[in-house]
């Protein structure tokens, strides 16, 4: 629906443009301290402009370990990218597959099984975090990459949306497969991922997200600064007890954080535009 | 080319629909028989567990000489073309056909081999390397067959392949379909709801109804002696007019102000007459006589429908336009009919009566 109205259109453009302000000013304002020296920053007054001494800020960071935790952020940058990852990859596999199971197969209690999986929508990590520290301590996964990714790698929401992209797919795909001689696992990765790869795209970015920004459970499971990640770094870099918090180094930590889910974001973007010019569903 | 043979062939749902109920059928090698019923009638179901998609509850199926009920369907020789098609969308027209045979791991030569002789046979080989959403209903219809007939497969399965085709075409695939199944000698079984369209394809027609077999036999066979009413309603078109034959108390069989004569058994027992509405003709001194209710101009001929007295369903005569002009009827007019066929007579079961019957005036009744 499109209407032809200027006024509209300009009020419609402000709002826009406010949201934008919002939104991106605290991102300028962390990008442009993050190019200051610590002086510059101690008057309070935030800086609105870039200062002289990025490149010495970042090089700092990314070279030296970071007082109070140890290690470098290029190790935190490594860490969260291992975790993010194995979140993503892991929750995409997990809810593949039960996504599968549930639409193209006739067992038992199926329609149980899938509310069971949507009920888990109402337990974040968050909820159940003191049973699942126990239980992953018993494993002895504390301060594991496995222990900070396999708690949080079971997904309703990706299980769920998988359900409605593969339900969409029509019942003779499957049953002309069958024919050919196609076995489940075949028509798996010969028709369902080849087809689904434009929500399976989607799924990744919100999941790569969704495992870079974790803070409450890496800060439980992973407790030496070898497992920390960059989002919990931010917290130790603003944390300190004699003196002013090094505020370039915690704002250039933020920009080095906030880039590679956006760098996700515009990698799966092109991709998206592609499936969705070369869809033939 | 092998044989299909079902012997008391059964499916019934969990929740105990009996979508087909002991069936028994032989398809002959090299036969197109085509299944042809109203909605509902478990002519899909039927194909469906002769594809091996649908579990069978009981009886046998044989394929070729070999009980398939527990072959997974990849095994059992037979290649299906769906209703829309199926066709794989995320590969090209060459991938489509060439699927089955990568599966089986043939050697890529003889692939290229089956596809391009599947291809040049249905004329789709200008357009091996496009995808099916390039394709046009027609051509996808083609696809649909070429990926059925690569796999070289003993029986052919078609579930109303044509009902997604505008009606020029339709009759054009069917064609085609008819040539290619001569050509290639195959047996096929063909699922429909189109009676124009089995008519016209079938060596055998079944005509199924709430999972049981009507009656099998030649299109024309069907169409001169069908053996119910039921048959007698879905073959042909427009249908079979069917009036009810009433009982009077001197023992006459009266319909429509007319008297059943002839023999006994049939008139005794007879409770539905059917007429074929291309066996009437207009005649000034015809048995039947009604009023026109509606005419529908077919082109060569007209569909006059008129309403008989002490009938309330409309009888359907097919006349020839000229014919009707020259007599002057109109709507709302009256007109007489003479029959000029068979009469098909049937019990109070539906079931067909063997007669020597005709129909006289009542009035003659009176003059005599």
């Known amino acids: ?281 | 080319m092998a044989t299909l043979t079902c012997r008391q062939l059964s499916k019934t749902y969990p929740g105990g629909h009996r979508a087909v109920e002991a069936l028994d059928l032989t398809l002959e090698a090299g036969e197109l028989m085509v299944v042809v019923g109203p909605s509902g009638c478990g002519k899909s179901t039927l194909l469906r567990m002769v594809a091996g998609l649908e579990a069978i509850s009981g009886g046998q199926l044989i394929i070729g000489g070999t009980v398939a009920n527990a072959l997974e369907p990849a095994q059992r020789g037979v290649a299906m073309v769906f209703q829309n098609y199926a066709l794989y969308p995320h590969m090209s027209v060459f991938d489509n056909m060439a699927y089955a045979l990568k599966l089986q791991r043939r050697p890529r030569a003889e692939i290229e081999r089956r596809v391009h002789e599947a291809a040049t046979l249905l004329g789709i080989d200008a357009l091996l390397e496009r995808r099916p959403r390039q394709l046009s209903g027609g051509q996808r219809q083609r696809v649909a067959m070429g990926r059925a007939i690569v796999r070289e497969p003993a029986l052919f399965l078609f579930d109303e392949p044509l009902s997604n085709l505008d009606a020029a075409l339709r009759v054009q695939m069917r064609q085609e379909i008819r040539r290619l199944q001569q050509r290639l000698g195959a047996s096929m079984l063909y699922v429909t709801h189109d009676q124009v369209e089995a008519m016209t394809l079938a060596d055998r027609l079944v005509v199924m109804r709430e999972g049981r077999i009507e009656q099998i036999g030649t299109p024309m066979s069907l169409f001169e002696a069908p053996a119910s009413c039921f048959v007698a309603r879905f073959i042909g078109s427009p249908a079979m007019n069917l009036i009810p034959v009433k009982r009077a108390r001197d023992g006459a069989h009266l319909c429509a102000g007319l008297q059943l004569s002839g023999d006994p058994e049939a008139t005794t027992r007879a409770a539905t007459l059917g007429l074929r509405p291309e066996h009437l003709r207009l005649d000034p001194q015809g048995e039947l006589a009604g009023k026109v209710e509606m005419i529908e101009p077919l082109g060569v001929d007209a569909l006059v429908h008129c309403r008989l007295p002490e009938h309330h369903e409309p009888l359907t005569a097919r006349l020839p336009v000229t014919a009707l002009a020259a007599s002057g009827i109109r709507q709302q007019g009256a007109i007489r009919l003479a029959v000029d066929g068979p009469l098909h007579l049937f019990d109070d079961q539906d079931r067909r009566l063997e007669h020597a019957a005709r129909l006289t005036p009542l009035s003659s009744l009176f003059a005599v």
């Open chain 1, 1 to 281: 629906m499109r209407y032809d109205r200027p006024l509209l259109d300009r009020l419609t453009h402000l709002l826009l443009i406010l949201g934008v302000i919002v939104f991106g000013l605290p991102l300028w304002l962390a990008l442009t301290a993050s190019t200051h020296s610590a002086g510059a920053l101690q008057s309070g007054i935030a800086p609105l402009w870039f200062g002289g001494e990025g490149l010495a800020n970042y090089w700092q960071l990314l070279s030296q370990p970071i007082a109070g935790l140890g290690v470098s952020a290029l190790r935190l940058l490594a860490n969260s990218l291992v975790m993010a990852l194995g979140i993503a990859i892991g929750k995409i596999a997990i809810s593949l597959l039960a996504a599968y199971a549930i639409v193209f197969f006739r067992f038992p209690c199926r329609t149980l099984c899938f509310w069971l999986i949507f009920v888990t929508l109402m337990l974040p990590v968050e909820v159940r975090i003191v049973p699942t520290y126990g239980v992953v301590a018993r494993f002895g996964l504390i301060d594991t990459y496995a222990g900070m990714i396999l708690p949080l790698i079971a997904s309703a929401t990706a299980t769920f949306l998988l359900r409605q992209s593969f339900m969409s797919l029509p019942q003779e795909l499957f049953e002309a497969a069958r024919l050919d001689g196609a076995g489940p696992l075949r028509f798996l990765k010969d028709f369902v991922l080849p087809l689904s790869k434009t929500n399976l795209a989607a799924l990744f970015v919100i999941m790569f997200i969704y495992g870079w920004n974790q803070y409450l459970w890496p800060l439980l499971a992973a407790n030496s600064p070898e497992h920390a990640t960059a989002v919990i770094s931010l917290k130790n870099l603003v944390q300190s007890t004699d003196t002013l918090p090094p505020w370039q180094l915690a704002t250039a930590m933020a920009v080095m954080t906030v880039l590679p889910p956006v760098a996700v974001i515009i990698a799966m973007q092109r991709f998206f535009v592609r499936g969705l010019t070369d869809t033939e569903k």
